[in-house]
Each structure stands twice: as structure tokens, then as C-alpha cells.
């Protein structure tokens, strides 16, 4: 079965960076994208960018260019969101989600999330 | 985009029907909407997709439907299970865009 396997919470201080990993099992990594959705406490989802298993190709909302980074790693079927700068209100859980298929425009399998935490 | 727009919550006792509206769609999205399920402290999990396709396993009585720029979720039969937010999405070449959220209750 597909399973995302996020990496544990994060505390960081404004205007350092995070790395959040997503580890992917139960499908073959490079024919889905995997997708990266933050949602503050209390708050609605927010759409951060997608990427590539194929071929790293990569876009991201524009609301989050310059600040973010998304990679992958297809030896250990690993996706990766770095954001740098961090303020206070990108406090929030963050999934990464995969594709239900690359054309639906939907997306079926989600991981567990991982908190990161910007204060000072 | 700016995030589409739900009504912030919606009720219904048990047994009812209830449907929650998503307007705001760009035409260019076609029939790329769906629908997310959240319980508190819980993933989303994809409800419906393609407008009114549902995936594997989730119950007949979640339908969606689209007119113009507006989609809906309608749930049939509501049980306590159904307690949780919803949120739309649509799609269009890249970008996903979410709903506001609507907080269903059961009476």
C-alpha cells in the first residue's frame, strides 16, 4: 500500500531554514509527483509547490518563490521542502501529498505532517 | 489565485442531506475539482475528484457536481462520522487552489 512517511516536528528560530523529508513506499517513486501543503493552526490548506519524481522538475506557488526548495532523492525514494527564511507565520503543519494519478488534478495519498514551529 | 470560497460551516441532524458550495472556479479548470475531508488533528483524505468521481472506498453517499464557477459536495444520509471540515480544490496547469473550509456539524 502507498505510504508517506514524514520526518519529526521542527522548532526553529525567525530567519532560519527547515528541511522537511517525506520518504515514499508501495509505488514506483518516479512515475508520481509529490506535493507540499502547509496549513497554520486554525487555519485552511495552503498549496507550498509540487516536484517531480521523474525528473526534479519543479514548480512552486508564487507566493513562496525565492524562499523555498524542493528535491528529491530517487536512491531512497525520499522528497524534500526546504524553507528558508522562516517567520513567525509560516508556523504550521506541512503534508506532503502524492498525485492520485498525474492528470486528475487531485490528490489521494497524504503523510502524516510534520509541525514546524518558527519562534523566537 | 485567491483561495476559493465555502460557506464556514454548514449542519444537518442525522440522516439528512446537506451540500456545500465552492464558488470561484476558473473557467480553465474544467472538471479538475476536488474534495478533502479533515478531522481534527487528522490528514486531509481525498473525497472526491474530477468533480464527481469517487476513489476507492469512499461511500456512495459523498457526490460532487459542478455549474459554472460553482462546485458542490453534497452528503446524503449524514451520520456522526461525517463531523469534520471539507475543503474544495481546483487545479489548473500547476497550481492547486483550496477552499476556505466549511465545518460541518451534526445535530
Known amino acids: 500500500q502507498v505510504q508517506l512517511v514524514q520526518s519529526g516536528g521542527e522548532v526553529k528560530k525567525p530567519g532560519a531554514s527547515v528541511k522537511v523529508s517525506c520518504k515514499a513506499s508501495?509505488?514506483?517513486?518516479?512515475?508520481?509527483?509529490i506535493n507540499w501543503v502547509r496549513q497554520a493552526p486554525g487555519q485552511g490548506l495552503e498549496w507550498v509547490g509540487w516536484i517531480s519524481g521523474y525528473n526534479g522538475n519543479t514548480n512552486y506557488a508564487q507566493k513562496f518563490q525565492g524562499r523555498v526548495t524542493m528535491t528529491t532523492d530517487t536512491s531512497t525514494r525520499t522528497a524534500y521542502m526546504e524553507l528558508r527564511s522562516l517567520r513567525s507565520d509560516d508556523t504550521a503543519m506541512y503534508y506532503c501529498a502524492r498525485d492520485l494519478d498525474p492528470y486528475s488534478g487531485s490528490l489521494e495519498y497524504w503523510g502524516q505532517g510534520t509541525l514546524v514551529t518558527v519562534s523566537s | 489565485q485567491s483561495a476559493l470560497t465555502q460557506p464556514a460551516s454548514v449542519s444537518g441532524s442525522p440522516g439528512q442531506s446537506i451540500t456545500i458550495s465552492c464558488t470561484g472556479i476558473s473557467s480553465d479548470v474544467g472538471n479538475l475539482v476536488s474534495w478533502y475531508q479533515q478531522h481534527p488533528g487528522k490528514a486531509p483524505k481525498l473525497m472526491i475528484y474530477?468533480?464527481?468521481a469517487r476513489p476507492s472506498g469512499v461511500s456512495n453517499r459523498f457526490s460532487g457536481s459542478k455549474s459554472g464557477n460553482t462546485a458542490s459536495l453534497t452528503i446524503s444520509g449524514l451520520q456522526a462520522e461525517d463531523e469534520a471540515d471539507y475543503y474544495c480544490c481546483s487545479y489548473v496547469r500547476g497550481p492547486y487552489v483550496f477552499g476556505t473550509g466549511t465545518k460541518v456539524t451534526v445535530l
Open positions: 508501495g509505488y514506483t517513486f518516479t512515475s508520481y509527483g
Open positions: 474530477e468533480g464527481s
